[in-house]
Each structure stands twice: as C-alpha cells, then as structure tokens.
C-alpha cells in the first residue's frame, strides 16, 4: 500500500520556471526520500531528508519537511527539458520495516 | 561504477509459461529489493532481503511468486504460472542497511514483462 502521496499528479510548465511537488504521508517516519523516473528507466536517488531535518538543498532542488503536518515539498528551481521526469517520494518508517513505500508519482513535462 | 544489472531488460512469453528474472545488486549492499511497476498501482514493493534473508514478502502472490537471493551477488524473481495481469516493469534496487542509518536505493533499469 502507498504510504505517500504526491500531488498534484501532473504538472507541465515553461523552461525556466519553477515546479512544486507536494507528497503527504500517513505514518510517522525516519527519513524521505525524493526519485526521479526518466520515460522507460530505474528510478534514480535525488535528496533524502530525515525526520530531524527541515530543509535540505542540492544544486536546484529544495526539499522541505513537515512531520507536524505529515507532508514535504519538492522545489526544482530554474527547470530545465531535461528534467521532464516522474518524481516520487518515499518513505522510511523503521516501525512498519526498513523497506521504502512509494508514491505514485508526479509527472513533470518541462517544455522549451 | 557501481550499479544494479537485471536481466533480462524485456521478455515476452505467454500465459502459463514460468518466467524468471535476475538481479545483480551493487556489490557490498546488504539489501535487495523487488518492485513492480504499473500504470495502474505505481510501484508496489513486492519483496526485499537482508543479508540474503528474506524480510519480507507480503506484496507477493504466494502461489505463483517466489523470490530467492541464492548467494549475495544474485537475486531472482519467478512466476510460475504466469498470467496477462503479470505483465508490467519489475525493478530490482539494493541499498546499504547499516542497522541505525538506511540511505538511498539504487535501482536497476527493469525487466518489462508482456504475458500474451
């Protein structure tokens, strides 16, 4: 069963803009993580936050944590085509396991 | 550059036939997982292993799924009989379990499965 939901499903914007992507949870949890799914690939590891963090930076990516409100944030700054994608989160809960619970996903469409 | 392999990358075979799918996980990760893909159910854990244990497998049809880590470089998959509802992506991922700290997965590129 998912533990996260991300939301909105699908998001297109203009090169250069900002995307935001939401994921909310259900359970208390030790660490999110955000993926990245290009069209017909694996999924690739981008940031993760811990339960004891609030916001976490790499490169264009923001990631913000919210465990009073159960929820997180995604931030890609200055989008690029190149980062046309699926995003998911997923969640670390060591009380139901040491195994990461997906979402189902946002789907970005970046256009030039 | 370490990475996940699976093979095969496609199969295409027809109901009732067993089909069997191999992981290689990244040498030195203690935790090997089993994901199925779909448009329908996203991706749904279907099994994972420690130390080639197996931890858990509850999103695994029990009468036809069975997963095995037959030692630390190889994982597999098998469906006996196979059926059309199989067909989907199923990726592998291992990752680094240190008993206080669990990191990132690193996912293979998938085996997309088509049962006729």
């Known amino acids: 069963s998912q533990q996260g939901e991300e939301d909105p499903q699908a998001l297109s914007i203009q090169e250069g803009e900002n995307a935001t992507m939401n994921c909310s949870y259900k359970?208390?949890?030790?660490?999110l993580q955000w993926y990245r799914q290009n069209s017909g690939r694996g999924l690739v590891h981008l940031i993760l936050?811990?339960?004891?963090?609030r916001e976490k930076h790499s490169g264009r990516l923001r990631v913000t944590l919210d465990t009073s409100k159960k929820s997180s944030s995604l931030l890609i700054t200055a989008s690029r085509a190149a980062d046309t994608a699926s995003y998911f989160c997923?969640?670390?809960?060591?009380?139901?396991?040491?195994?990461?619970?997906f979402g189902k996903g946002t789907t970005l469409s970046v256009s030039s | 550059d370490a990475r996940v392999t699976q093979t095969p990358r496609h199969k295409v075979t027809e109901m009732g036939q067993e089909v069997t799918m191999r992981c290689q996980p990244i040498?030195?990760?203690?935790?090997v997982f089993w994901y199925r893909q779909t448009m329908m159910q996203g991706l749904e854990l279907l099994a994972y292993f420690r130390n080639r244990a197996p931890l858990d497998d509850s999103g695994m049809p029990k009468d036809r799924f069975s997963a095995e880590m037959p030692d630390a470089t190889l994982a597999t998959l098998k469906i006996q009989p196979s059926e059309p509802r199989d067909s989907a992506v199923y990726f592998c991922?291992?990752?680094?379990?240190?008993?206080?700290?669990?990191?990132?997965?690193?996912f293979g590129p998938g085996t997309r499965l088509t049962v006729l």
């Open positions: 991922a291992s990752g680094l379990f240190s008993g206080t700290q669990y990191n990132e997965q690193f």
């Open positions: 997923a969640t670390l809960s060591y009380q139901a396991g040491t195994a990461l619970i």
């Open positions: 040498l030195g990760h203690n935790t």
């Open positions: 936050i811990r339960s004891n963090e």
């Open positions: 359970t208390s949890i030790n660490n």
